[in-house]
């Protein structure tokens, strides 16, 4: 019986160890994880370290990304077994987008969809180079026209307050929009195609209650067929350029 009650003891002893060595569940990545990530396990230059810690506190502040996000592109970039250049310049074309306020949900995704899919890293950071200037271009064009984080926005007989998430999420979809009009072969010319792709998105998102009503209107009526059409030839010039260089 003591023999049995002694083993007994050693299992639950055993059990008790090796619970230690497991991740807590639910266990919440902190903006502080990320830091101390940065600083002591990616692998990068001291300078490519600061330029991500001040860049990942802005995007923190700004409700850009979370820590979450963050934490799970500097593992899967850093544990990539890509070359350390090409790492950092994928990271710091990230950290240029926050440090600007540029969204990067979309930039984040499509690195993490590439490593995923097994796509080299070199083409990964081209790719995201070139959606990021798209973003940047649909930024200053949407905030050009008051489109800015904190403005009330007056469509029709409703006031809309522009909360981050908001803004950053239609930034976002416009510029998808655009890029999958000019990637999928449609002519980028075509300035009345290319503001329908534009208006036909935003208006399943509001179909889809993802953005308020609304939003689809305050668009079509705020920019022109012609500007958004310059954004995508800017964007087919791009791509000609990326192969004309490979």
């Known amino acids: 019986m003591k023999r049995a009650l002694l083993g007994l003891l050693l299992l639950i002893s055993i059990g008790l160890l090796g619970l230690g060595s497991l991740p807590l569940l639910g266990a919440e990545t902190t903006e502080q994880k ?3 990530y940065i600083n002591n396990t990616l692998e990068a230059s001291a300078q490519t370290k600061a330029i991500l810690i001040q860049a990942f506190r802005k995007g923190f502040q700004e409700g850009a990304i979370t820590p979450e996000q963050a934490y799970k592109l500097l ?3 850093n544990e990539s077994g890509a070359e350390l250049e090409l790492r950092e310049q994928v990271l710091l074309t990230i950290a240029d987008a926050l440090l600007k306020s540029v969204p990067v949900e979309m930039l984040v995704n499509k690195v993490l969809e590439g490593l995923h899919r097994g796509i080299p890293m070199s083409i990964i950071l081209v790719e995201i180079q070139e ?5 940047e271009e ?7 026209k008051g489109f800015k984080v904190g403005v009330e926005l007056r469509i029709g007989g409703v006031t809309l307050a522009l909360q981050v998430n908001l803004w950053g999420l239609v930034i976002t979809e416009i510029a998808r929009a655009l890029e999958d009009y000019v990637r999928g072969g449609n002519d980028p010319t075509d300035s009345f195609a290319v503001k329908r792709a ?9 179909q889809d209650s993802i953005i308020p009503g609304g939003i689809t209107r305050w668009v079509e009526v705020n920019l022109s067929a012609e500007e958004l059409g310059r954004i995508a030839q800017n964007i087919a010039q791009r791509l000609m350029q990326q192969k004309g260089g490979r």
């Open 198 to 206: 534009v208006l036909l998105r935003l208006q399943r998102l509001q």
């Open 34 to 36: 990320v830091y101390d």
């Open 131 to 135: 959606r990021k200037r798209t973003l």
């Open 75 to 77: 593992e899967e970039v």
């Open 138 to 144: 649909v930024k200053a064009l949407l905030e050009g």
